[in-house]
């Protein structure tokens, strides 16, 4: 990467509802970070977040429901004058099998309405992003899949998957980008064949 990552944000809803659900993945792997360097939660109220102090970078959790996650970052990077390609941003992907891993640069938000949130407040789509796969919804409705929890022969997978992404972390902080994401990124090869859901298909705000 051109600029050093200053801030890593993982996306996700607040509130113990929706601890260990699928669209929570973000907020887990935040967490797994964290705990890696020792950081500590501290609220932010004027910018509705959590935030901690990394090696070298800010943590944030967004806790303004996941539709309107670019507030916090947003406000975020104006205040600490950093640029849109110092923002990480770590979230789930129903495009994505199960504990999949993705380090990309840039990119759409691919229907989720975190990330649509993110790319309006942010005022690009190019900045990093690291996706984490949920699987698809299949024959469930999207939200009764994105704001449940993971079968039994998945949350072996998903702890996995969380802690190598907390890694991924700490290896592009250190190493760079084009290293983790060589790395880190799940290769196509091993990814098993997914259902994309219809383009219209729209992440729910919960």
């Not at 691919?110 to 992003?129: D, Q, W, Y």
């Not at 699987?135 to 929890?149: A, E, F, M, N, Y």
């Not at 991924?168 to 990124?185: E, K, P, V």
Request: hydrophobic share 40%; glycine share 12%; with cysteine.
């Amino acid at each position: 990467m051109s600029v050093p990552v200053r801030i890593i944000a993982g996306l996700g809803n607040p509130g113990a509802s929706y601890v260990g659900t699928r669209h929570n993945v973000g907020f887990a792997v935040l967490d797994a970070f964290a705990e890696l360097c020792g950081a500590i939660w501290q609220p932010d109220p004027a910018r509705k977040g959590l935030v901690a102090r990394g090696p070298g970078v800010l943590l944030v959790k967004p806790q303004t429901y996941m539709n309107e996650s670019g507030r916090c970052l947003g406000a975020l990077m104006r205040y600490f004058k950093f640029t849109p390609d110092q923002v990480l941003v770590v979230y789930d992907d129903i495009a994505l099998p199960v504990g999949s891993l993705r380090l990309r640069q840039g990119g759409s938000a691919g229907g989720h309405n975190g990330m649509k949130s993110v790319i309006a407040h942010l005022g690009t789509e190019s900045f990093p992003r690291l996706r984490v796969g949920i699987g698809s919804h299949g024959r469930q409705t999207l939200i009764s899949h994105v704001l449940g929890g993971f079968a039994p022969e998945e949350k072996e997978v998903m702890q996995t998957a969380v802690s190598r992404a907390a890694e991924a972390l700490q290896c592009l902080l250190q190493a760079g980008f084009s290293t983790a994401a060589n790395r880190y990124n799940t290769p196509r090869q091993a990814q098993a064949s997914q259902v994309v859901p219809p383009e219209e298909d729209q992440m729910p705000s919960r």
